[in-house]
């Protein structure tokens, strides 16, 4: 349960990673966020759900897939900043939230 429940939590990150990139940069749908600030907003979101969850997974096949998951969701979330911006910060999520995200 508790890695359908992580993994759920990348949902609204892959919905903004979208969002963005189709263009559109306002909606209500996002909370009148442009694209790239939802984009900031669910990944601080999701990395935070996802360090204080995945410990629970401790020892069990889940906690692959749910790393993989973890992986590819914040690739795409990077990959998506740095074609809406000017910055690169790498590939750690942690740097892109420092410099570019504003609580």
Not at 18 to 35: F, I, M, R
Not at 50 to 69: C, I, M, P, R
Request: aromatic share 12%; glycine share 6%; proline share 3%.
């Amino acid at each position: 349960m508790t890695g359908e429940f992580i993994s759920h939590q990348a949902v609204p990150l892959r919905q903004a990673i979208k969002s963005a990139a189709e263009a559109a940069p306002y909606s209500k749908s996002n909370d009148g966020l442009s694209g790239r600030d939802q984009v900031l907003y669910n990944l601080n979101w999701y990395i935070s759900f996802y360090d204080n969850h995945s410990n629970q997974l401790a020892g069990s096949a889940v906690l692959g897939f749910v790393k993989t998951e973890r992986e590819y969701v914040v690739r795409d979330a990077i990959a998506c900043l740095r074609k809406t911006g000017t910055n690169d910060y790498g590939d750690d999520p942690y740097a892109w939230l420092k410099n570019e995200y504003t609580h």
